[in-house]
């Protein structure tokens, strides 16, 4: 295609949108225009299925609704690129820069695109397909939008979305290896069984962010807020935990004691939430919020708490043996003894310290927590704030803690052998 009869498919289409007289839609399937400018140009809605747009220049250009379906748009500078609800399945988008660009709505699945009939050079190709999802591997998408946009199977391998707006997305299945998500709002996205690998999401927000069956391990996710709901979490465990609270209310005449032994509730939101006497022992909870959350009594122990969130939470005589609360906010939370009752529900004088033996409390924010007659025996409290924790009766036999750590506790007369 020439530059000349580009301009005027370009011509007509304006003509097409404004509904001029001779207006025609643009239609540019498998068209090659490698290296063009379309800078600003109004393609609303064009056809350019299998259009090979490797290394175009498309800044400021308003490619909303456009079928671009299995095309070719690697080392595009799409810069402030408007591609709200473009059909991008099957494209390939390799090292393209999309700052700033619109991509709301816009469809990344994968796709195959036959061809039924010779190109401009009288050439019958092969069929042009990427049936996993859209390639946008090594793409610059710093502050672009793509909120509700369906990037199911696309490969995001190695893409800067710093800032980028992901909101609703649809992520399934996505390669996010070495990605850059730093201070990107994934709200809500859906990222079951996407491939996690050294994934940065710093300072993100993934709250209500659906993460089943993606191995976390390697993701830099530091500052991030990755709460989900109880919404997210499977049917049986929905179950359990809503006889649990039947259980709680009813005194135990009717419901049931959450067992969730083992399961992994890792940034969950049971901010609230009572769930004293559960059976949680051996449970991830890494990263959940349970602040003023009731855990009287709850077996917690050798659980994965590390960075949760337990402010003011209610630990009475709670279990947590073994457990790991490395980076845990623990201000102001309730671990003192819980009074014993009778079957008459009349105090018997017996208290039940809370079990911390053998915890990792590293940097763990104990500030102003009431830790009455807690077993800390064995614990590490290596970087732990301990300012204003009540350590009245503690024990603190073998504890990991540096001296200078206890003179800031509101009361130091811990037992310690």
């Known amino acids: 295609m020439t530059p000349q009869q580009f301009v005027m498919i370009l011509q007509e289409h304006e003509s097409w949108l404004t509904k001029g007289r001779g207006g025609v839609r643009a239609n540019l399937a498998r068209q090659n225009l490698t290296g063009f400018s379309l800078e600003g140009a109004r393609l609303r809605g064009a056809k350019m299925s299998g259009c090979d747009l490797t290394r175009a220049i498309l ?98 391998s190695g893409v800067n979305l710093r800032n980028a707006n992901l909101e609703g997305a649809d992520m399934k299945g996505c390669i996010l290896s070495d990605t850059d998500f730093t201070g990107a709002n994934l709200q809500d996205v859906q990222l079951q069984g996407a491939v996690i690998n050294n994934t940065v999401f710093k300072h993100a927000n993934l709250s209500g962010a659906n993460i089943d069956g993606c191995d976390m391990a390697t993701a830099n996710l530091t500052g991030a807020n990755m709460v989900r709901s109880e919404d997210t979490l499977p049917s049986d465990i929905r179950d359990m935990l809503n006889n649990h609270y039947v259980w709680i209310r009813e005194d135990g005449r009717l419901g049931d004691r959450a067992v969730l032994v083992g399961t992994d509730l890792s940034h969950i939101d049971l901010s609230g939430v009572n769930l004293s006497g559960a059976d949680l022992h051996t449970s991830t909870l890494s990263g959940a919020n349970l602040s003023e959350t009731l855990l009287v009594m709850s077996d917690l122990a050798k659980c994965n708490l590390e960075g949760a969130d337990l402010t003011k939470a209610v630990l009475e005589g709670v279990n947590l043996s073994n457990a790991s609360l490395v980076g845990a906010n623990l201000q102001k939370a309730n671990i003192s003894p819980v009074n014993l009752k009778d079957s008459k529900g009349r105090p018997t004088g017996r208290l039940w310290p809370a079990n911390l033996s053998g915890a990792k409390l590293n940097g763990a924010d104990l500030r102003g927590a009431d830790l009455r007659g807690a077993n800390l025996s064995h614990c590490d409290l290596t970087g732990a704030q301990l300012k204003g924790a009540n350590l009245a009766g503690a024990n603190l036999t073998d504890t990991v803690v540096d001296p200078a750590q206890l003179e800031t506790a509101l009361n130091n007369e811990a037992a310690a052998v």
Do not use: H, W, Y
């Not at 390939?92 to 619109?102: D, E, F, P, Q, Y």
């Not at 092969?126 to 859209?134: I, Q």
């Not at 502050?143 to 490969?155: E, M």
């Open 59 to 156: 800044q400021r250009t308003d490619l909303s609704e456009a079928d671009l379906f299995c095309a070719i748009l690697d080392g595009v500078d799409a810069k402030s690129c408007n591609l709200e609800n473009a059909d991008l399945r099957g494209a390939n988008i390799r090292n393209v820069n999309l700052t700033g660009a619109n991509l709301r709505g816009a469809d990344f699945r994968g796709g195959t695109l036959m061809f039924g009939s010779d190109d401009e050079d009288g050439e019958r190709e092969s069929p042009t397909k990427n049936e996993r999802g859209a390639n946008l591997s090594n793409s610059a998408m710093a502050n672009a939008n793509l909120a509700g946009a369906t990037l199911s199977g696309a490969n995001l």
